[in-house]
């Protein structure tokens, strides 16, 4: 069984962990704050504390991972955070995800961060997908692991 992490599990992020887990994928979502976890778990998705801002915290969650979905194009936060949170978070994220399970990742962000992602793909051969508004995260998050 596939299990994806959903980092930035709001409703857009619950919505998608629900729909993965009817396909049979174990999923994982995470929250900056304690008080989101709630409802992640409610949708009976896996809840995790991770922060963005913390690569760290992203990282020590992706050992049994295959897909890697950011969905950060809403953050909140100074323009100094998410500035960090597309930018130099992101490449660090990116760097290190290289010696880990996963074997794709869907991103939506910034185009600064696309930047990053699509350059961590061709440099470590990580398949990605950007997502763009109007686009299915399920389908990016299939099209990420399977390569097409």
Request: hydrophobic share 45%; aromatic share 2%.
């Amino acid at each position: 069984m596939a299990r994806a992490l959903i980092v930035g599990c709001g409703c857009r992020g619950r919505e998608l962990g629900e729909r993965l887990l009817t396909e049979g994928w174990a999923v994982r979502g995470t929250s900056r704050r304690t008080d989101g976890l709630a409802a992640i778990e409610a949708a009976e998705i896996e809840p995790a504390l991770a922060d963005p801002d913390r690569p760290g915290t992203i990282l020590e969650l992706v050992g049994d991972v295959a897909v890697l979905v950011l969905l950060l194009g809403s953050a909140h936060g100074s323009e100094e955070e998410l500035a960090a949170i597309h930018g130099s978070r992101l490449e660090r994220l990116m760097e290190h995800l290289v010696d880990t399970p996963v074997r794709g990742v869907v991103y939506e962000g910034t185009a600064a961060g696309n930047e990053i992602v699509e350059a961590a793909a061709r440099t470590w051969r990580i398949p990605v997908e950007i997502l763009a508004e109007g686009d299915d995260p399920g389908t990016a998050v299939h099209r990420a692991l399977t390569g097409r």
